[in-house]
């Protein structure tokens, strides 16, 4: 089955600083990258997301990289705020049936 | 437009007992995904539901099950539940119809087993 890796496990920046976050993963055939930040004690929510067919996808502070051939994914937050302390996690659908598998998940602590 | 809907939001159960949850998906949506959250296996994947059809199913134990309705909501069922058991059951909903449907999650069913 698929397997996705995600590092770093923790991650401190400064405000203003760029956050970046590194995923891989191992079956070819998966073809959906979501990102999701959960907040403490609420539910994921969907930050941005990246198929297969695109190499960068961008929204505001907030962009997303696919190397399909090396199989890594990364997502990339500039000008880092309080508010986006939380945890996130990055995923892959290899299934084509909504199933995600998700990596071990980032503590992202942005200090003011 | 509602978001995806669970109840109970918390739950205590006694080891051995068993327990349902529910999950009501977007209006039109017709997946319906189930996941475990703990914090030492992090998100695992349980099973997808599509028109009432299991099409996908992690690996869990058979004590894990669920279903869905006509209506497209979906309950999971745990029983004989373990200490190990406890996590925030998140249910999903999506389209379901293509690869890479954007998957929206609920706010999660917190379960604790003593």
């Known amino acids: 089955g698929e397997n996705v890796e995600q590092h770093p496990s923790t991650l401190s920046v400064q405000e203003g600083d760029s956050a970046v976050i590194k995923c891989t993963y191992s079956?070819?055939?998966?073809?959906?990258f979501p990102w999701y930040k959960q907040e403490l004690g609420k539910r994921p929510q969907l930050i941005i997301d990246?198929?297969?067919?695109?190499g960068e996808k961008k929204d505001q502070r907030i962009a997303v990289t696919l190397n399909k051939t090396a199989k890594h994914f990364s997502l990339h937050i500039t000008e880092t705020q309080p508010e986006d302390s939380a945890v996130y996690f990055c995923?892959?659908?290899?299934?084509?049936?909504?199933?995600?598998?998700f990596g071990k998940g980032t503590m992202l602590l942005v200090s003011p | 437009k509602a978001g995806v809907t669970q109840t109970p939001r918390y739950l205590i159960k006694t080891r051995g007992q068993q327990v349902t949850l529910s999950c009501s998906p977007i209006?039109?949506?017709?997946?319906v995904s189930w996941y475990q959250q703990t914090p030492g296996q992090g998100l695992q994947f349980l099973f997808e539901?599509?028109?009432?059809?299991?099409?996908n199913k992690g690996n869990f134990p058979g004590r894990f099950s669920g279903r869905q309705f006509s209506n497209s909501r979906s309950e999971m069922n745990v029983s004989t539940l373990e200490l190990g058991d406890s996590a925030l059951y998140l249910c999903?909903?999506?389209?379901?119809?293509?690869?890479?449907?954007?998957?929206?999650f609920g706010e999660g069913s917190w379960l604790t087993v003593v």
């Open positions: 999903a909903s999506s389209t379901g119809t293509a690869s890479g449907n954007t998957i929206y």
């Open positions: 079956d070819s055939a998966s073809n959906y």
């Open positions: 990246i198929r297969s067919n695109v």
């Open positions: 995923a892959a659908d290899h299934s084509g049936y909504s199933t995600l598998t």
């Open positions: 209006s039109g949506h017709r997946s």
């Open positions: 539901y599509f028109s009432e059809t299991q099409r």
